[in-house]
């Protein structure tokens, strides 16, 4: 595997991480624990070389589903103070949601690519 991306893929995994820890105060932070844990535990995997193209796939179609599912109506940005408290905080969880789906497609692709 391409160092660059197993270096990326530990960056993910502890972004994913620290995302997940920050959870502890939000109304519903079991859902956030397993939505930013489960794409922390799939880069470790893909870091190891044993996330399969499956699994990177689900869990890419998941992300941006929910990325979609969760943008807000009228997105208002992420900064406190600048417009609707929930939209402002739906566009957040869309955009952390969008960031995992990302990181899925770019394991996906590298696993396409690998098994080539």
Known sequence: MNKFLKILAF????????????????PDAVK???????????S??????????FWAL???????GLAIYTWPEKFEGVTIGEGDIVNIERGREA????????AMSIY?????????
């Open 32 to 42: 956030w624990y397993a939505i930013y844990g489960m794409a922390a535990f799939a």
């Open 44 to 53: 470790l995997l893909f870091a190891l070389g044993n996330l399969r193209l």
């Open 58 to 64: 689900l869990l890419a179609i998941f992300y941006f």
């Open 108 to 116: 996906v692709i590298a696993n396409r690519t690998r098994s080539n």
């Open 95 to 102: 955009l952390g949601l969008l960031i995992a789906g990302i």
């Open 11 to 26: 960056v993910f995994m502890a972004l994913f991480s620290y995302a997940a820890v920050v959870q502890h105060n939000d």
